[in-house]
């Protein structure tokens, strides 16, 4: 009798094992590997597999060289960014230069050409960051979305396994929809139209009679609630429905069991527990797969964010400079594109917090399936 607690947790960990083979297929490494190499100086450097085990409470996952390496990364960003921050100041300065002494040309058309084409420049090298952070956000969701697109499949197919049917017949819908609707709509519609709107306030700052910042304006508005209205929809209904369906499994899965250990005599008993084994190995390894896939999600969005807010920072800077020199157009150019950066860095963490929210829906679901049996 004293081997059994040993024999159990033997074979409790060659369930875990032969589970954890067969998702080995799905390559979730080459999504690690993919972030070890891009932020190899900044990351702790681990595999899918040391991913689980840490989260299972076998490694230490180094939080500490991770807090260090996000700072250094964005000091870096800004580093980086040095070249555009001086083309900026410099441009700004010229200007406000050329805007006051415009009264000290004979032909007052020669100032107001050679401000409006300096200007120029000062647009298209904003145009031009601008494109470089709509890809970088780009990227981001195109990563998201294919790791979601390969992590999904196993959490829910574990989320059967555990007993959880109904909640997996109801969120691979949902989660597909969302997919879609980030991989497709936010990422090639919403997109094009936040630098649309960051287009058109530049133009509105060149000419003091033709403005087009109501219309800029009205369309970031447009974007805002579109963006809100597919979060509100798509979490609620996962929240709602994820709530409903783990109840119905649990209550389903106690009702099987309960039959099986009454209405089969003997074999009924020991199948019952064998099925309660491999259920408790399943929910195991899917928290673990879980929580690795939070992880991964927040990395994936976290490094371009971060490349992102290095920009702001350096045209909310840019601004902060030269609006001592009096040039209010030059520094309202400035604050208005880092506004629409804001704005995608908010569309690519909204895309984040909907794959959040929905793995950890899912995690939530099949403990609470499984608390109830």
Known sequence: ????????????????????????????????????????????????????????????YDLRSLSRGIITFFFREISTNYHLLGQLIILSIICAVLKNVQGAFENNNIGKITYSVTYLVLIIIAIQSFEIALSVGREAIDNMVSFIQALM??????????????????????????????????????????????VLGLIS?????????????????????LLGLFLSVFLGLLVVQGAATSTVDGISVR??????????????????????TIVGCSLILKNAIG???????????????????????????????????GEES????????????VFIVITVSSVALMFFVGITVIIASGNITVMMR
Not at 190 to 198: D, N, Q, T, V
Not at 211 to 221: D, E
Not at 330 to 341: P, Q, T
Request: proline fraction near 4%.
């Open 1 to 60: 009798m004293l081997f059994l607690p040993i024999n159990s947790v033997k074979a409790n960990e060659d369930i875990i094992e032969t589970q954890y083979e067969i998702i080995e297929n799905y390559e979730f490494d080459s999504f690690i590997q993919e972030l070890n190499s891009n932020y190899k100086d900044y990351i702790p450097q681990y595999s899918f597999r040391d991913l689980i085990n840490t989260l299972r409470g076998e490694e230490h």
């Open 153 to 198: 499949p196993v959490v829910i197919a574990l989320l059967a396994s555990i007993g959880g049917i109904t909640s997996a017949a109801v969120f691979n819908p949902i989660i597909f929809m969302g997919v879609s609707v980030a991989s497709t709509w936010i990422r090639n519609i919403l997109l094009p139209i936040i630098f649309f709107a960051a």
């Open 205 to 225: 700052n060149i000419s003091d009679r033709f403005h087009v910042s109501a219309l800029s304006s009205f369309i970031k508005q447009v974007c805002i609630f």
């Open 255 to 276: 009702t099987a069991k309960f039959a099986s250990k009454n209405f089969i005599p003997i074999v009924g008993g020991i199948f019952s527990d064998t099925v309660d």
């Open 291 to 325: 929580l690795a896939g939070l992880l991964i999600v927040f990395l994936t969005t976290l490094f371009p964010i971060i490349k992102i807010l290095a920009m702001v920072f350096v045209y909310k800077f840019a601004g902060a400079v030269i609006q001592p020199l």
């Open 330 to 341: 030059v520094v309202k150019c400035l604050n208005d594109m880092a506004n629409h950066l």
